[in-house]
C-alpha cells in the first residue's frame, strides 16, 4: 500500500508475513508504475509537453494538442475537514440554493463558488458564480465549466434552472504612510507590511462581494510587528476619509441592460502599493 502525507512524502509499504505477504526475495523484482505533473503544476500549456517520461516501442514524438485544465493539488488536512462535510451535506442531491454552492465548492477544479436566487427577467433561477482552483476566471465554454454543469444537473430536480457564470475580478490600490518603531529596520518593516496585504488581499483569502474598508487595513497593518502607526492616503485612488469602503456587489439582475452580473471578487494590485515611512 503506499501512503502520501502533507509535505507531498509518499510512503511504499509491504506485508511482514503477519500482516500481509512479505516482498519475494532476490533483487530487482519489484517492478512500480507512477505519474508526475498531478495537480497545478500538470496545467500545460498548448504544445508545452514535447518529451515522454517512458517511449513505448514504435512512438517517436509527442505533443499535447489542447491546453490542460481542470486541474486542483491535492487538499491539505485544513481543506479536506471543510470540504469534506460539504458531499456529506448535499448527499448527491441540490435542492436548496446552499445545496448548489456546497455541491460546486466540493467539486473538483473549483476554488470558490457562490450561490444567489436572481430573477432572469422571466422566472427566479439559482446563479453560480465561480472561480477555479488556479485563482482563475473559469472561461466560458470550458470543458470544466461543462462537467460542473453536467454533475449538478444529475442531482437536481429539473425544475430548478441555473446559471453559471465566472466572476467578475477587480484589483484595488493602495497607499500608505507608516511609522516605524525605532528598534526595527525600515526595509524589512515595509516588506512585512506589503507582504502580510498581499497575503490577506489574495484569492484564497477572499470571498465573493467581500467588501474591504480602510479600517480593516489600517487594523491589519498595525498589526506588523515593528509598525507604531499607520495613515492610510489613497483606497483605490480615493480618499479614505470620504470614501471609507470598497464594495463588491454579488451577482445580480441588472436591469438596464436586462442581464446577470456574476459576483465581484475583490483583490489588491501588488503592482499598486505605496509605502511611505513618517518621522516619529
Known amino acids: 500500500t503506499t501512503r502520501h502525507n502533507d509535505r507531498q512524502q509518499t510512503s511504499v509499504m509491504f506485508g511482514d508475513g503477519k500482516h500481509g505477504a512479505r516482498l519475494p526475495s532476490g533483487r530487482d523484482n519489484v ?8 495537480g497545478m503544476e500538470g496545467m500545460v500549456r ?16 509527442v505533443i499535447n494538442p489542447l491546453a490542460a485544465e481542470g486541474a486542483q493539488d491535492p487538499e491539505d488536512l485544513d481543506a479536506a475537514r471543510s470540504n469534506a462535510p460539504l458531499t456529506v451535506l448535499t448527499l448527491e442531491r441540490i435542492v436548496s440554493a446552499q445545496d ?4 460546486a465548492r466540493a467539486f473538483a477544479g473549483i476554488g ?20 477555479g482552483a488556479d485563482a482563475q476566471p473559469i472561461e466560458p465554454g470550458a470543458t470544466l465549466q461543462a462537467n460542473l454543469r453536467t454533475a449538478i444537473d444529475l442531482a437536481r430536480h429539473p425544475d430548478q434552472e441555473i446559471r453559471i457564470d465566472a466572476y467578475r475580478e477587480t484589483r484595488f490600490s493602495l497607499s500608505l504612510a507608516l511609522v516605524v518603531a525605532a528598534a526595527h529596520e525600515r526595509e524589512v518593516v ?11 488581499y489574495r484569492f484564497e483569502n477572499r470571498r465573493f462581494a467581500q467588501s474591504v474598508s480602510a479600517s480593516e487595513i489600517a487594523a491589519l497593518v498595525q498589526a506588523v510587528e515593528g509598525v507604531e502607526a499607520v495613515v492610510l492616503k489613497s483606497l483605490d485612488g480615493r480618499d479614505p476619509m470620504q470614501y471609507p469602503t470598497l464594495s463588491a456587489p454579488p451577482a445580480h439582475w441588472n ?8 459576483a465581484m471578487l475583490l483583490l489588491i494590485d501588488a503592482d499598486a502599493i505605496t509605502l511611505e515611512v513618517l518621522e516619529s
Open 46 to 61: 498548448r504544445n508545452q509537453l514535447q518529451l515522454l517520461m517512458s517511449r513505448p516501442l514504435g512512438v517517436k514524438s
Open 100 to 103: 448548489f454552492e456546497d455541491f
Open 255 to 262: 436591469n438596464a441592460h436586462s442581464r446577470i452580473v456574476p
Open 31 to 38: 517492478a512500480a508504475s507512477y505519474r508526475i505533473g498531478t
Open 190 to 200: 515595509l516588506a512585512a507590511v506589503r507582504d502580510t496585504l498581499v497575503e490577506q
Open 112 to 131: 470558490k463558488a457562490q450561490a444567489t436566487v436572481l430573477w432572469n427577467g422571466e422566472r427566479q433561477i439559482v446563479h453560480l458564480t465561480v472561480g
